[in-house]
């Protein structure tokens, strides 16, 4: 997908939050807490046009899944067009609903979620929703990595996980804080 076909999705409908794809650099900064190694299960929450799926399928072991769930029809459309992969599965659907979609046996054992999803769009009890959806499915010790525009998420992230770490990126368009939060289980 061009970028000029992104910022044509983006005038379209406000919950794509952004009006260019996330850069390359903070694709690769997001991907560095991956253990690419290993065999895993990582659900992606709005993929957008696939700048990480793309990214993470070249880099995943052939025994490793991708799960994409992306609320805007258009981009899951795109998406299913032009990535033709037995490791992937893509569900037009949005991320609070993601237990619903998911295989009985996927939940509490996902690997790492990785969210691009703009929380700051949601109510506070949609936040918390999402969240505890995802800590849902997340196995213990799995991964929470959430690419956001401002802190905001830090004081709901506590709430349902109890703990995080922010970095920030500056090179990207909008700049992100890039969030890492453990699900220790508790
Ligand atoms: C900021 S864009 C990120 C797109 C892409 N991941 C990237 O990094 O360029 C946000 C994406 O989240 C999707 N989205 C917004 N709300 C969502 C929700 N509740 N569930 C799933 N996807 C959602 C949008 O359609 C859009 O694709």
Same mark, same amino acid.
Do not use: W
């Given at each position: 997908?061009?970028?000029?076909?992104?910022?044509?999705?983006?005038?379209?409908?406000?919950?794509?939050?952004?009006?260019?794809?996330?850069?390359?650099?903070?694709?690769?900064?997001?991907?560095?807490?991956?253990?690419?190694?290993?065999?895993?299960?990582?659900?992606?929450?709005?993929?957008?046009?696939?700048?990480?799926?793309? !990214?993470?399928?070249?880099?995943?072991?052939?025994?490793?899944?991708?799960?994409?769930?992306?609320?805007?029809?258009?981009?899951?459309?795109?998406?299913?067009?032009?990535?033709?992969?037995?490791?992937?599965?893509?569900?037009?659907?949005?991320?609070?609903?993601?237990?619903?979609?998911?295989?009985?046996?996927?939940?509490?054992?996902?690997? !790492?979620?990785?969210?691009?999803?703009?929380?700051?769009?949601?109510?506070?009890?949609?936040?918390?929703?999402?969240?505890?959806?995802?800590?849902?499915?997340?196995?213990?010790?799995?991964?929470?990595?959430?690419?956001?525009?401002?802190?905001?998420?830090?004081?709901?992230?506590?709430?349902?996980?109890?703990?995080?770490?922010?970095?920030?990126?500056?090179?990207?368009?909008?700049? !992100?804080?890039?969030?890492?939060?453990?699900?220790?289980?508790?």
């Amino acid at each position: 997908m061009s970028k000029i076909d992104f910022l044509k999705t983006f005038i379209k409908d406000r919950d794509v939050a952004s009006v260019t794809p996330t850069s390359m650099h903070c694709v690769k900064k997001v991907c560095t807490n991956i253990d690419f190694k290993q065999d895993f299960t990582l659900v992606e929450y709005g993929p957008g046009d696939g700048v990480f799926s793309k !990214y993470l399928l070249n880099k995943m072991t052939p025994g490793s899944k991708l799960i994409l769930i992306e609320l805007n029809k258009d981009f899951a459309v795109r998406l299913q067009e032009s990535i033709n992969d037995p490791r992937v599965e893509i569900h037009n659907t949005r991320a609070g609903d993601v237990e619903s979609v998911l295989s009985p046996e996927d939940i509490g054992h996902i690997d !790492y979620v990785l969210s691009g999803i703009p929380f700051s769009f949601l109510k506070k009890d949609r936040k918390h929703v999402v969240l505890q959806a995802t800590k849902n499915i997340l196995r213990e010790g799995g991964l929470f990595l959430a690419y956001q525009t401002s802190g905001h998420l830090k004081k709901p992230v506590m709430e349902v996980f109890g703990n995080y770490e922010t970095d920030f990126v500056p090179l990207n368009i909008p700049p !992100y804080f890039v969030y890492k939060v453990f699900n220790n289980g508790t």
